[in-house]
């Protein structure tokens, strides 16, 4: 059975599963699920990127409040760390929107054999370095700790930086970073929260374990508050340019809310390396898949 989104047929199966392994994702990654579903619906399903990333972000809103109720019951939240980034994520989301309108405006280009829309071409570019780079520089790092069996936290990279006014996230093992260091790596992020339709826990969860010094368990539990906030402020801004399509967003929900829930308890029970072994292997599949289809787009 299909349904129709944007004048495009699409099978509603395939939605709801979609919706149940990136809800289980988001649970137990604290990433929202924006980078697998983004890519895969524009992919697979064929809907168009501006609809993807609105709808995204919509159903990310969801998800998250979902999984962040779950970890604030395991106090793995430090609600003073999200709040601080909050600001600097609405920045960077008007900014992401911005440049997602200027790409659209740019029309078709010809790519190989094929004429494909430029918005298309480049975004599928932009997630595939993001999401290499990420999980590349993940993966590593847990495979030397799995081989050493270190059980040490990270450093966190960021918390040398000698730019005052400093604060601290005693919650979160954090005893001094740069209050700028904190707002404007949140405004960078979330110009992809923007652009790509993803919750931004893709690339707050590596943030605020290596470069904050976050506990794992307790920085994919803030993470899920932060992108709560994003994907709402993200999905008010792009309802208002109509790049939200209410059907698809309530069938990608039926099996994410509950997935969710699933995942943010398989967490607690892993350690942390594991956690990030498994986070870099799954980002790195997304990452795999969209170079495929760019490759088959370039040389048809």
């Known amino acids: 059975m299909n349904v129709d989104i944007s004048g495009i047929p699409v099978n509603i199966l395939g939605l709801v599963s979609l919706g149940c392994i990136s809800g289980f994702l988001s649970g137990f990654f604290g990433i929202g699920g924006g980078p697998l579903i983004t890519p895969v619906l524009n992919i697979l399903f064929g809907i168009p990127f501006p609809i993807c990333v609105g709808s995204t972000l919509s159903r990310t809103a969801g998800t998250s409040f979902s999984t962040a109720l779950r970890y604030w019951k395991f106090g793995d939240i430090d609600a003073k760390l999200a709040l601080m980034m909050v600001g600097g994520n609405f920045v960077g989301i008007e900014l992401g929107v911005y440049l997602l309108d200027w790409l659209d405006k740019l029309g078709a280009i010809n790519v190989g054999k094929q004429s494909i829309p430029a918005l298309q071409f480049y975004l599928q570019w932009l997630f595939f370095g993001v999401?290499?780079?990420?999980?590349?520089?993940?993966?590593?790092?847990s495979l030397i700790r799995r081989g050493r069996r270190s059980r040490k936290q990270p450093l966190g990279l960021l918390q040398s930086?000698?730019?005052?006014?400093?604060?601290?996230?005693?919650?979160?093992?954090?005893?001094?970073?740069?209050?700028?260091?904190?707002?404007?790596?949140?405004?960078?992020?979330?110009?992809?929260?923007?652009?790509?339709?993803?919750?931004?826990?893709?690339?707050?969860?590596?943030?605020?374990?290596?470069?904050?010094g976050v506990e794992t368990h307790a920085a994919v539990g803030t993470v899920s508050l932060i992108v709560f906030f994003s994907a709402v402020?993200?999905?008010?801004?792009?309802?208002?340019?109509?790049?939200?399509?209410?059907?698809?967003?309530?069938?990608?929900?039926?099996?994410?809310?509950?997935?969710?829930?699933?995942?943010?308890?398989?967490?607690?029970?892993?350690?942390?390396?594991?956690?990030?072994?498994?986070?870099?292997?799954?980002?790195?599949?997304?990452?795999g898949m969209i170079c495929f289809n760019l490759l088959r787009t370039i040389y048809g």
């Open 233 to 287: 402020y993200g999905t008010a801004t792009h309802a208002m340019r109509g790049n939200v399509d209410l059907g698809l967003v309530v069938l990608l929900l039926i099996g994410s809310t509950i997935c969710a829930q699933v995942g943010a308890i398989a967490n607690q029970r892993i350690h942390g390396d594991s956690i990030r072994f498994c986070f870099a292997f799954i980002v790195l599949i997304v990452a």
């Open 131 to 141: 999401l290499i780079t990420v999980s590349g520089l993940i993966f590593i790092e």
């Open 161 to 212: 930086l000698p730019i005052p006014p400093y604060v601290s996230f005693p919650s979160s093992g954090v005893r001094q970073i740069s209050l700028l260091a904190v707002v404007y790596s949140a405004v960078v992020i979330c110009v992809f929260t923007g652009l790509l339709g993803i919750g931004g826990g893709v690339l707050f969860v590596p943030l605020l374990i290596y470069g904050y």
